[in-house]
């Protein structure tokens, strides 16, 4: 089993900056994805930005060129930086392990105000 433990998340002014942080524990081997999810109120839960374990990154179109996924593997940590957020990126955010074991995080808030 893997347990993901998120933090980082929190109410920020829109322009500004958050870094989110997951950290994974228990059965961890072999390749695998990280990734960091958002689920905004009544709509569904969708990709913002994964990371392979050879460090191959995806982003959702939405976020490219503000935020960045980022994981280190001795600490078996993934980071979101969010950069020039929006009122649009409020949500709650999920961290995702996907490799022998799936698991996701409990999640964090994260509010943009305008």
């Known amino acids: 089993q893997v347990q993901l433990v998120e933090s980082g998340g929190g109410l920020v002014q829109a322009g500004g900056s958050l870094r989110l942080s997951c950290a994974a524990s228990g059965s961890i081997f072999g390749a695998n994805v990280m990734g960091w999810y958002r689920q905004a109120p009544g709509k569904q839960r969708d990709l913002v930005a994964s990371?392979?374990?050879?460090?191959?990154?995806n982003y959702a179109d939405d976020v490219k060129g503000r935020f960045t996924i980022s994981r280190d593997n001795a600490k078996n940590t993934v980071y979101l930086q969010m950069n020039s957020l929006k009122p649009e990126d409020t949500a709650d955010y999920y961290c995702?392990?996907?490799?022998?074991?799936?698991?996701w995080g409990r999640g964090t808030q994260v509010t943009v105000s305008s």
């Open positions: 990371i392979t374990s050879g460090g191959r990154t």
């Open positions: 995702k392990y996907s490799g022998y074991y799936t698991a």
